[in-house]
């Protein structure tokens, strides 16, 4: 099976949280279109990153890959 057989997308809408600091993503997220702003809690309302399409988190980062 190719890994693009494997993949269920999911739409998250504006502002919408998908993983929250401290937990363990169950999942890997990749980025088709759009972008991701990330956020820690000592940043406050600052993001500390941003992804953007083919760009990917969660799932241990798709099993610590080399980026």
């Known amino acids: ?7 269920i997308p999911e739409i998250f809408e504006k502002d919408e949280v998908i993983v929250r600091e401290g937990e363990v993503s169950e999942e890997p997220y990749i980025i088709e279109s759009g972008t991701v ?6 940043a406050g309302s600052n993001p500390v990153g941003t ?9 241990n980062e798709v099993r610590t890959s080399s980026k």
Do not use: I, V
């Open 37 to 42: 702003e990330m956020f820690t809690k000592a």
């Open 51 to 59: 992804l953007s399409s083919s760009e990917y988190f969660g799932r």
């Open 1 to 7: 099976e190719q890994l693009s057989e494997l993949l």
